[in-house]
């Protein structure tokens, strides 16, 4: 089984950036692609981006393309949300998750969510 730790949330001004990791921990993650996603209160969970197993395909919803990047370092087995030109609509708490397979955009199509990590971010 696999455990998902968020990290590097908190509180930022619009403009400024972030760099979120999730650190996988008790399996590789390297044999998986993986998805970030966000729930902001009284939201239901959105998706945000998808990287494939060798980091060669990448996918974001549409209001992030151009500002957020996603990748990852198998040998550190962690994946990274680079967030730049943060707007206050960015604000909610950030998790990575494991795909099982079908369409990435889907929550119900990944599993080992992690506990999230939140990002605020003021006018």
């Known amino acids: 089984q696999v455990q998902l730790v968020e990290s590097g949330g908190g509180l930022v001004q619009a403009g400024d950036s972030l760099r979120l990791s999730c650190a996988a921990s008790?399996?590789?993650?390297?044999?998986?692609?993986m998805g970030w996603f966000r729930q902001a209160p009284g939201k239901e969970r959105e998706f945000v981006a998808y990287?494939?197993?060798?980091?060669?395909?990448?996918s974001y919803t549409d209001s992030v393309k151009g500002r957020f990047t996603i990748s990852r370092d198998n040998v550190k087995n962690t994946v990274y949300l680079q967030m730049n030109s943060l707007k206050p609509e960015d604000t909610a708490n950030y998790y990575c998750?494991?795909?099982?397979?079908?369409?990435?955009?889907?929550?119900?199509?990944?599993?080992?969510w992690g506990q999230g990590t939140q990002v605020t971010v003021s006018s």
């Open positions: 990287i494939n197993r060798s980091g060669s395909i990448t």
């Open positions: 008790g399996r590789t993650i390297s044999s998986y692609a």
């Open positions: 998750a494991r795909t099982l397979g079908g369409s990435w955009s889907l929550p119900e199509n990944y599993s080992y």
